[in-house]
């Protein structure tokens, strides 16, 4: 095994103590499957001819990619290519593959993303809430009563009494999604309206009082689809994976 897989200085790290030091800081396993899923991602690549993309794509994703990483200067772009020791060509050649690989990824889970999406949207839709925590149910009872007659605003009583850190911030919790929520306060919330009450809910020896601010209802694009999008595509991957015999092999 070659002992010069990374030199610092004059000093050689071997592929063997690269791996030592991967399994010491427990990323060995990440390691492992990052490669077995790109080898799964090359065989597929290789067996799809019909996978192509068309110039005019790859230079759009090209043009997107400049424009995200702020890269449009012709300077800037030239020194970010030699930071990451890529020719133009390489990088154009990266970015088709990218192509290539975001179609095999959609025909493999586009369905399966849909179905997911559709069975679990109300546990996707997101939610903007204000709280008030409070350690007695008489107080919680009491805050309800004061903010329904209208003597005294949310906000106000949140600062007041919430014995959480956003009590500073007016019980501003900012926005969270639904299925990250605890069931007892889910199921409350579902069917509610902007500005109503809800509580107070008992959890973990606290009473909570919950006001909606806004509502997100999920949609299947931006940042949730290609967080789906990537679920289960690494779902996919590991079931090409799931019948094969894997060793690792280090003298």
């Given at each position: 095994?070659?002992?010069n897989f990374i030199t610092i200085d004059d000093q050689a790290i071997s592929l063997k103590k690269a791996i030592s030091y991967l399994n010491t800081t427990g990323d060995l396993p990440k390691f492992i499957q990052n490669i077995l899923h790109?080898?799964?991602?090359?065989q597929h690549l290789q067996e799809r001819s019909d996978?192509?993309?068309d110039s005019q794509q790859i230079e759009q994703a090209l043009v997107n990619f400049r424009i995200q990483?702020?890269?449009t200067e012709p300077g800037r772009f030239e020194q970010w290519l030699k930071s990451q020791n890529l020719t133009y060509e390489q990088f154009r050649d990266r970015a088709a593959e990218s192509l290539r690989i975001e179609q095999l990824k959609q025909e493999t889970i586009a369905a399966t993303v849909s179905?997911?999406?559709?069975?679990?949207?109300?546990?996707?839709?997101?939610?903007?809430?204000s709280r008030i925590v409070v350690l007695a149910r008489t107080l919680a009872d009491d805050i309800r009563a004061s903010i329904e007659a209208e003597t005294?605003?949310?906000e106000a009583l949140a600062k007041q009494h919430s014995v959480t850190n956003d009590s500073n911030a007016n019980g501003l919790m900012g926005t969270l999604q639904m299925g990250q929520l605890p069931p007892e306060i889910r199921e409350q919330l579902r069917g509610r309206e902007v500005g109503e009450l809800v509580g107070p809910i008992e959890t973990e020896g606290r009473y909570i009082l919950l006001k909606i601010e806004q509502w997100f209802p999920a949609a299947l694009e931006?940042?949730?689809?290609?967080q789906l999008d990537d679920r289960f595509f690494a779902q996919w991957l590991q079931e090409q994976l799931k019948d094969k015999k894997i060793k690792l092999n280090i003298e």
């Open positions: 095994m070659s002992e790109r080898h799964v991602i090359e996978l192509e993309v990483n702020r890269l179905t997911y999406f559709q069975e679990n949207k109300p546990d996707l839709d997101r939610v903007m809430l005294e605003t949310f931006g940042q949730l689809k290609r």
